[in-house]
């Protein structure tokens, strides 16, 4: 018998209301952007959170890495809490091991930074001086991502798109989280392209075992690379569970209309 892993990450009714400085919210009403999101992803596992612009993604990403306070609600990563609105607990991004990867490879990279320096920026934060260790340290990450060790001495407009996209995951793996988010990060590449990234994201699952969150519209790439799926509709899940069995048996309206929008991705 298996016994199920402890999530990585849980999330427990999350909400949040923007409340905007315009005196269009001076009635104290703000913007609900997300209402009681609950939801668990474990150690290896790929959650696909799908939803049409505005429903609330980018917030719960951001809300996870700690860079927006949630108004409602807990996130526990394994033992630790590292939200609970209601006792006050905000534990910062840098001390949550998560790490992002966005959407546009090109503006996310220091275009004057050296590609092993825009890797190993995260170790060197953390306050890693030892130079041979970095080199080595951002040699094994371009190594795990596909690229070569000479990478580290260029700069990212030598890159294709597809590649800086492998620098921004080799950056986002080098301090080791738990957690790897990926918010729309292959909307903006060649669909060939994309599933190299895909196919990337895979394997690395399969050697590091984290737990990756992988936003999209697109509900066809859900369904090449995700385990589970939760869709979002107004801030709300409308509908979840293992990706194959939703994306072949919607129950939701809002879920078909995804379906149909979107051409799939063959394997
Ligand atoms: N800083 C903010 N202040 C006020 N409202 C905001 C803010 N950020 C987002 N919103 C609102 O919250 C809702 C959810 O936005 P969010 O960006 O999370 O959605 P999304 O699904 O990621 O959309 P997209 O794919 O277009 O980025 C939207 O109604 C948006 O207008």
Do not use: W
């Not at 060939?192 to 075992?209: G, K, Y």
């Amino acid at each position: 018998m298996t016994v199920p892993s402890a999530p990585v990450l849980r999330a427990e009714h999350i909400g949040k209301t923007y409340q905007g400085r315009s005196r269009l919210f001076a009635q104290g009403t703000g913007v609900t952007a997300l209402t009681d999101v609950s939801f668990e992803v474990g150690p290896g596992e790929i959650l696909g959170i799908v939803g049409e612009s505005g429903c609330g993604k980018s917030t719960l990403a951001r809300i996870i890495v700690g860079l927006e306070q949630a108004s409602v609600g807990r996130l526990v990563a394994g033992d630790a809490t590292l939200v609970d609105v209601a006792e006050g607990v905000f534990v910062p991004p840098a001390a949550r091991r998560i790490q992002m990867v966005f959407q546009d490879p090109y503006s996310s990279l220091n275009p004057r930074m050296k590609v092993g320096d825009v890797v190993s920026e995260g170790l060197r934060i953390a306050g890693e001086t030892n130079r041979g260790l970095l080199a080595d340290r951002v040699a094994g990450m371009l190594r795990l991502v596909g690229l070569p060790a000479e990478a580290a001495s260029r700069y990212p407009f030598q890159f294709s798109g597809g590649q800086r996209q492998r620098i921004g995951i080799a950056r986002a793996l080098i301090t080791e989280p738990r957690i790897l988010i990926a918010d729309e990060a292959v909307s903006a590449l060649d669909v060939s392209v994309q599933m190299q990234i895909l196919n990337l994201l895979l394997d690395i699952r399969d050697r590091l075992r984290i737990a990756v969150l992988f936003i999209s519209h697109d509900i066809g790439v859900i369904e090449y690379l995700c385990d589970k799926v939760i869709v979002l509709a107004q801030g709300k899940i409308v509908e979840s569970g293992a990706a194959g069995a939703v994306i072949s048996e919607p129950s939701h309206a809002y879920t078909k209309k995804l379906i149909e929008a979107v051409p799939r991705i063959q394997d």
